[in-house]
């Protein structure tokens, strides 16, 4: 793992110089926020006196900050604020005055009271960018509804297919959230070369339906041509072979055998080519997927006689792409994981006995690398520095203080 702490800013970030308002919870909009943060934006995370129940979530400091608050709150400044006490819309105008973008994932009632909505900010800024998640879109039946990943997952068909009949099953990586996060800080990016060409702002919105949909879409889009009705069959693809999770002596491995080149390998390694490639009922990834019968018993048998790093040895050697199923733990000691320095080793913050690992960028710019993680920040850690560069005098903000507005 990589271990840094330092979050200053480097002159090449492409974002150095934007200033975005992070009013996100949860995922989907923190996670924006962060991700423009990591390009180089300056983040500064809102958020009540007592903190958002995001920062409490599978704790991991002595304070109670958790797994989700490190992920989505690295690289942040933070300000406390009380958005229902007199005093609060005004801080808020003062700095939407000085932002690019405001990143918020909440009601549009809300937003709307806390005057954050798209006019209310436009009278504040004419080019800001407003960006926002909601869980089905601002139109339809259940637009007024809220949501969380799993009812995207639920919504979209996947939980449907990923399981077996009678027995749906979610994934546990929140991918409609992060997938949710990582097109909203698209559009944004959009947005604001947009604004760089014209000088206009504009709203980007994202949903959590619809990023689902979008995940699903191929499935989707075979269903509505065809009608076909898939069920569910677990780790089992239906549109190739052998295409699942395999047991072997020590633990379990996932091949995935797509197009006639790579089953050619797979029946090659068996040891029996001519067999699998000359019956015309495998003769493409269709016709393998509907009857993959055979095909999988019989790379059962020959997972069943190995142990995974054999297995994968092997299956490596024919060039067949495979992988281990491994622990949680196990994925953090990954060798190739350290190599790519996917993981960044955040020590500093307050009451940590051990290292927490946050994944940094996920994707690499030759020419204008993002920030590695620094650490989130404690509870209202830059409020009066923050208010300071507002032009509150320090009265000021001990009266703010006082009537609990910050």
């Not at 051990?354 to 690398?369: E, H, I, K, M, Y």
């Amino acid at each position: 793992m990589n271990t840094t702490n330092d979050a200053t800013r480097e002159p090449r970030a492409v974002l150095s110089g934007v200033r975005v308002l992070d009013f996100g919870r949860y995922v989907a909009g923190p996670y924006c926020a962060t991700l423009l943060g990591y390009l180089g934006a300056e983040v500064i995370r809102i958020e009540r006196r007592d903190g958002g129940e995001d920062r409490f979530i599978a704790p991991v400091a002595a304070g109670g900050e958790g797994g989700v608050f490190f992920q989505t709150g690295c690289n942040k400044k933070s300000m406390t604020l009380d958005p229902g006490k007199p005093g609060a819309r005004e801080i808020i105008a003062r700095l939407v005055a000085t932002a690019d973008v405001v990143v918020a994932n909440l009601p549009a009632a809300q937003l709307r009271n806390m005057g954050i909505d798209y006019a209310s900010l436009r009278a504040i800024r004419a080019d800001i960018i407003l960006t926002t998640q909601s869980a089905f879109g601002d139109a339809g039946p259940s637009a007024h509804r809220g949501g969380f990943d799993g009812v995207g997952q639920a919504m979209s068909g996947a939980m449907f297919i990923s399981g077996t009949p009678g027995a749906p099953v979610k994934a546990a990586a929140p991918y409609v959230d992060f997938g949710t996060a990582l097109l909203s800080a698209l559009g944004t990016l959009a947005a604001l070369m947009h604004r760089e060409r014209t000088g206009e702002g504009q709203e980007v919105k994202a949903s959590l339906l619809g990023t689902a949909l979008a995940t699903f879409g191929s499935h989707l889009a075979e269903q509505g041509a065809t009608g076909i009705g898939r069920v569910g069959s677990g780790n089992r693809v239906q549109t190739s072979a052998p295409s699942a999770v395999f047991a072997t002596q020590d633990g379990h491995v996932l091949s995935h055998v797509v197009g006639n080149g790579l089953f050619r390998r797979w029946a090659k390694l068996m040891g029996d080519e001519t067999r699998w490639t000359a019956d015309p009922l495998y003769r493409d990834d269709a016709a393998r997927g509907d009857h993959s019968e055979a095909i999988l018993a019989q790379m059962s048998a020959w997972c069943a006689g190995r142990t995974t790093a054999e297995a994968l040895a092997a299956l490596d050697a024919a060039g067949l792409p495979a992988g281990p199923i491994l622990t949680p733990q196990q994925a953090l000691d990954d060798p190739q994981v350290a190599a790519m320095k996917f993981l960044h080793a955040i020590t500093d913050y307050p009451g940590l006995t051990r290292a927490v690992p946050v994944s940094g960028l996920p994707v690499s710019l030759s020419a204008t690398p993002g920030l590695d993680p620094g650490r989130p920040p404690q509870l209202g850690e830059h409020t009066d520095a923050l208010l300071a560069e507002l032009n509150f005098s320090p009265d000021e903000i001990a009266r703010l203080r006082a009537d609990a507005v910050i």
